[in-house]
């Protein structure tokens, strides 16, 4: 790796606030050590007062957009950044990418499945299982499963599941966080986590084991706890990450502690991905209210990771 860690950042959709901060983050980087380059629309990133960065930029613009006004037409585009960002990681061109946000929807009605840039991450990866995890004011908080309905939540948790799901944590916090002998604590998935099966079965059927396999491997698992009480404990530093169940149990709290600072980190994948932690914001987007802080902490944290997997392996 070079001095200057090398970064890439996607626009997102366009329409959206993606080019606003991703602008604000190139002036906030502009006299940092560290090389970036912009994949997506570059028209909108230079329209929203950005000044494009010397490096490689790949325009990647299918359709003309209008800000606040998402189009269908704009989804190859939009996925088409993520894919080659995603590549020249995969191929070391980049040490990290970066991602602002794209519509689920948009891409949806432009014909691509993903759920999120997780899965298409964990596609164009072709290895590893992707984790989410985030990170704010100190506090982190991973997921058991991610973009489905609730009603799917307890068929899609297993044992199996969780124990890989907190191997990865265990190994990316220890890597990419440095963290000594991670602590992670784990949700239940019912109230009071199950109060002893009275209000479910899961704790104890599949949650409870899983943690019971992985200190057999040597991570410190604690739990389950119940999520009521779970994450007072953690931002009071007893743990150095939490595993939810599921989304909202999991970014509900994160983003009411450190709404506006926190990043979105990809685990598990043979590439380092941080994002912002919210959406498109369409209803706002070209009206310059749209606050770059959270693009700028996942552009921060993004250089830290990449210098840390360097002194990782430096170890080796």
């Not at 991450?121 to 299982?129: H, K, M």
Request: glycine share 12%; aromatic share 4%; proline share 7%.
């Amino acid at each position: 790796m070079p001095t200057s860690p090398r970064i890439g950042i996607t626009v997102g959709d366009p329409a959206g606030i993606g080019p606003e901060v991703v602008a604000a983050a190139l002036r906030a980087f502009a006299n940092e050590p560290v090389a970036l380059c912009v994949y997506g629309d570059l028209g909108a990133v230079t329209r929203a007062g950005g000044v494009l960065p010397p490096g490689p930029n790949q325009e990647h613009a299918s359709a003309p957009v209008v800000p606040g006004k998402p189009a269908a037409a704009a989804a190859a585009g939009i996925v088409r950044a993520v894919e080659q960002a995603a590549r020249a990681c995969l191929a070391g061109e980049l040490d990290a990418m970066v991602t602002a946000p794209l519509s689920k929807e948009v891409i949806a009605d432009g014909g691509f499945a993903y759920p999120g840039h997780t899965e298409l991450l964990e596609e164009v990866a072709g290895r590893g299982r992707a984790v989410m995890m985030l990170v704010g004011r100190g506090l982190r908080v991973a997921l058991a499963t991610i973009h489905c309905p609730l009603r799917e939540v307890p068929d899609r948790l297993s044992r199996e599941g969780i124990l890989s799901v907190l191997e990865t944590m265990n190994a990316d916090l220890a890597r990419r966080f440095r963290v000594r002998a991670p602590r992670i604590a784990v949700c239940g998935l019912n109230p009071h986590a199950g109060e002893g099966g009275r209000f479910g079965d899961e704790e104890a059927r599949i949650i409870a084991p899983a943690l019971a396999d992985a200190r057999a491997r040597g991570i410190d698992a604690r739990g389950p706890f119940s999520g009521d009480s779970l994450f007072h404990r953690a931002v009071a530093g007893e743990f150095d990450a939490v595993l939810a169940m599921y989304h909202d149990q999991g970014l509900a709290p994160l983003k009411t502690h450190a709404f506006g600072q926190a990043v979105n980190v990809t685990l598990g994948l043979p590439l380092v991905r941080t994002s912002v932690d919210h959406g498109t914001a369409f209803e706002i987007a070209g009206q310059g209210k749209a606050d770059p802080s959270s693009m700028i902490e996942a552009v921060r944290l993004a250089v830290e990771i990449s210098r840390n997997e360097r002194g990782s392996r430096d170890e080796l």
